[in-house]
């Protein structure tokens, strides 16, 4: 069995905290607003008229273009909890919760959303992007970095501010660790193939030089959509500033569409690539929530999808 759960007793104390868990909706309220900087922990990383700052102790960054401050409610710490020790000699493999959890808060301007982003700022995005995930990966004991983006209440935003995340893992989830063995056992990269094939398929929602986005065959919900850099790179540390920018181009007209089309749903995207592997291929995988996993998914893992792919390219082209 290589199924993995994190326990984080900080982000949920009691029974009622999970019916009573509703998106901050007011500017007043929201940490994340310009001029709420002393509301959150001292911010890692502050982005600010093309330089990078850092907050300190009675010196707090104002005035920024994007702000990456630690997680107040961590699913993982780089101090964690000491085991229980009945569980330290028990049949399961645990280990410490060690990890880093940060906040990448993508506007200082609360309601702007992705679809808002001028070139510019969808460049600057992915540009801070690749610095946390690299900054992260160079610190001792990090072997993954999980970087995601939750959109709305329906896909676990506990804030409307819109913003990112990224979760530092001491070792490489599962799922990646299985694409990776079958990608080994591949003759080429199977994501190239996807590209060169997808291209050509009423399955190809939107390219731009330098990626592609397709609503792939085996979607698992419905209008799931990935977005593949036309030429191979294996993780985001590794591409230039204009693969980047035209990858950035591409998840900006993708959510766009989710707007237009589907009338602004909560969405997921989720950054899959594999440090120090240069047989992967960097993708991005959005998922609009528009069905709930049920019984016979937990059940078996195998997903019921009520919209075809070809269906739900030709809907989001309009
Ligand atoms: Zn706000
Ligand atoms: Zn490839």
């Not at 009622?16 to 500017?27: G, L, W």
């Not at 992915?126 to 690299?134: A, E, I, L, T």
């Not at 919900?221 to 191979?232: A, C, D, N, R, Y």
């Not at 709930?292 to 919209?307: L, R, S």
């Amino acid at each position: 069995m290589d199924e993995y759960c994190i326990i984080a007793s900080e982000r949920g104390k009691r029974p009622s905290d999970f019916a009573s868990e509703k998106p901050v909706r007011s500017v007043s309220d929201c940490v994340f607003c310009a001029g709420n900087e002393d509301k959150t922990p001292l911010a890692t990383a502050v982005y600010k008229e093309g330089g990078v700052l850092v907050d300190t102790e009675g010196s707090l960054v104002t005035g920024w273009d994007i702000r990456c401050i630690p997680n107040l409610f961590p699913a993982l710490s780089p101090k964690p909890a000491i085991l229980p020790e009945d569980l330290a000699v028990s049949q399961w493999s645990i280990q410490e919760g060690f990890g880093y959890h940060e906040v990448i808060v993508e506007s200082s301007i609360h309601g702007r959303m992705i679809s808002d982003f001028s070139d510019d700022e969808m460049s600057l995005l992915m540009r801070v992007y690749r610095d946390r995930v690299s900054h992260y990966r160079s610190q001792d004991g990090i072997e993954h970095v999980s970087l995601f983006k939750n959109w709305g209440e329906r896909a676990g935003a506990s804030l409307d501010h819109t913003h990112s995340q990224l979760i530092a893992l001491p070792i490489l989830p599962p799922s990646l660790k299985r694409e990776q063995d079958a990608i080994h056992a591949a003759s080429g990269c199977p994501y190239c193939d996807i590209v060169g094939t997808e291209s050509e398929s009423v399955r190809l929602l939107y390219e731009n030089s330098g990626a592609v986005a397709i609503c792939p065959h085996f979607s698992m919900s419905p209008f799931e959509v990935w977005i593949l850099p036309k030429q191979h790179v294996n993780h985001l540390a590794n591409c230039t500033d204009e693969m980047l920018r035209l990858i950035g181009d591409a998840i900006r007209f993708v959510v766009s569409r989710y707007d237009v089309v589907l009338g602004s749903p909560s969405y997921n995207y989720m950054f899959h690539g594999i440090f120090d592997d240069d047989s992967y291929h960097l993708n991005v995988r959005l998922h609009p929530v528009l069905s709930t996993p049920a019984g016979f998914e937990k059940n078996t893992g195998i997903y019921i999808n009520t919209v075809v792919p070809e269906a739900a390219a030709s809907y989001l082209k309009g």
